[in-house]
């Protein structure tokens, strides 16, 4: 099965910016699609952003203007670029593929804590 591995995360100020990396062990591109989860402390994991085979991209209403999911076909890699960051931003943030389903072997997720 596919492995994933997040990184990127970081602590950031209000307003400030990350890129996040997700490196897969399986082409991206043979997924329909790849996205990008969060899961704040208490909460449940949410999907904020994704992106299709053919490159069209979703996002979550709350990140909606401020984020965007990429790819590097070369580096088989997906990218979430995270601009204007407030501390309800703060979670653990995880990538994975779907084909019928999304993978159920998630990484380990990297952490983006935003201060106020």
């Known amino acids: 099965q596919v492995q994933l591995v997040e990184s990127g995360g970081g602590l950031v100020q209000a307003g400030g910016s990350l890129r996040l990396s997700c490196a897969a062990s399986?082409?991206?591109?043979?997924?329909?699609?790849m996205g990008w989860f969060r899961q704040a402390p208490g909460k449940q994991r949410e999907l904020v952003a994704d992106?299709?085979?053919?490159?069209?991209?979703r996002y979550a209403d709350s990140v909606k203007g401020r984020f965007t999911i990429s790819r590097d076909k070369a580096k088989n890699t997906v990218f979430l670029q995270m601009n204007s960051l407030k501390p309800e931003d703060t979670a653990v943030y995880y990538c994975?593929?779907?084909?019928?389903?999304?993978?159920?072997?998630w990484g380990q997720g990297t952490q983006v804590t935003v201060s106020s």
């Open positions: 994975n593929g779907r084909r019928g389903a999304w993978n159920d072997n």
């Open positions: 399986e082409s991206i591109f043979s997924f329909n699609l």
């Open positions: 992106i299709t085979s053919g490159g069209n991209t």
